[in-house]
């Protein structure tokens, strides 16, 4: 018997410009929750002379629920990762 999944996940259609699909660099990630949302800051940190300076990359808004999944979905891939690296896909 085949197996249904019990919630599908509705396909759709993603449109994005050209210069977003280049992706942005960020090395810091400040997350702050408040009472509806957890917003999710992307920071690209460097040197500039003597100075360190961030520049904010991008600020997410999410709710908490889709903060949840999003969540899961790092800590699956990273666990993934992991395994290929450390134990070689075993």
Request: charge should be negative.
């Amino acid at each position: 018997m085949p197996e249904s999944n019990p919630n599908p996940k509705p396909s759709i259609q993603v449109n994005a410009r050209p210069e977003e699909l280049q992706g942005r660099y960020a090395n810091i990630v400040a997350v702050t929750s408040q009472e509806r949302d957890v917003i999710i800051d992307f920071i690209a940190q460097g040197r500039a002379g003597d100075q360190q300076q961030g520049q904010l990359v991008s600020r997410i808004f999410l709710n908490h629920f889709t903060a949840k999944e999003l969540v899961e979905v790092i800590q699956k891939t990273l666990g993934e990762w992991e395994k290929m690296r450390y134990e070689g896909g075993k």
